[in-house]
């Protein structure tokens, strides 16, 4: 299985970290493209995961700037693309087709071959165009989800919040997370 990353400048970089990791060990390949906007948010938020933590979990990492890369084409076959965080700026890009950067052009693509597009996005509270954006992209065929955890499984740290988003993202694309307890999985 081959995934395109997009990583967008919403906070919430370790999500972003979890799930490379997570297609890393899963054995997906992975091609990680990281926004401007995201760099500047990695650094301003200086705790979390920085572009070396994010570039050496992926497989192949393009230049958001390369739009010849081979993600930017439709003829460069993935089994889709998820966009984590995926800022409210790449949402409304995403959403109206403007493609200036290969985080938007790669996810334009993803939709026009209609392959699996999935946005993670992380912005409180939600205003007007955001949400008619969202509803924009849900319409032209993404997978709108929000970086929110569940609490059924009672989690006792940050980890495991991560690890409940990162693995109801890659169900979206039939993926398996070791560890990740289903809602009354196993009762008769
Ligand atoms: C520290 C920091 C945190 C931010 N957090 C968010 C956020 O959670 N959600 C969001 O939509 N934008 C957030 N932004 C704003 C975006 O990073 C900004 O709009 C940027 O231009 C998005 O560019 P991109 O979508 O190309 O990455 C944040 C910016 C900074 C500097």
């Known amino acids: 299985m081959r995934l395109v990353v997009g990583v967008s400048g919403g906070s919430g970089m370790p999500y ?44 192949f990492v393009h230049d958001d700037r390369d739009l010849a890369a081979g993600v930017a084409s439709g003829s460069f076959r993935t089994d889709g693309m998820l966009v984590v965080p ?5 949402l409304a890009k995403i959403a109206q087709g403007f493609a200036d950067n290969l985080v938007a052009r790669a996810a334009h693509v993803t939709l026009k071959e209609r392959r699996r597009l999935v946005l993670v996005l992380r912005e409180d509270p ?34 495991e919040l991560l690890h409940f988003v990162t693995a109801r993202v890659l169900d979206q694309f039939g993926l398996d997370v070791p560890g990740f307890r289903r809602w009354r999985e196993g009762e008769a």
């Open 16 to 59: 972003a970290e979890s799930i490379l990791r997570a297609l890393r060990d899963l054995g997906v390949e992975s091609h990680l493209v990281v926004s401007s906007g995201a760099k500047r948010v990695m650094t301003a938020e200086g705790s979390g995961p920085q572009l070396a933590d994010l570039t050496a979990l992926a497989s």
């Open 86 to 90: 995926c800022s409210a700026g790449t």
């Open 126 to 159: 939600l205003p007007r165009p955001m949400l008619l954006n969202m509803l924009a992209a849900h319409d032209a065929g993404a997978t709108v989800m929000t970086a929110s955890a569940g609490f059924y499984h009672a989690p006792g740290s940050v980890d």
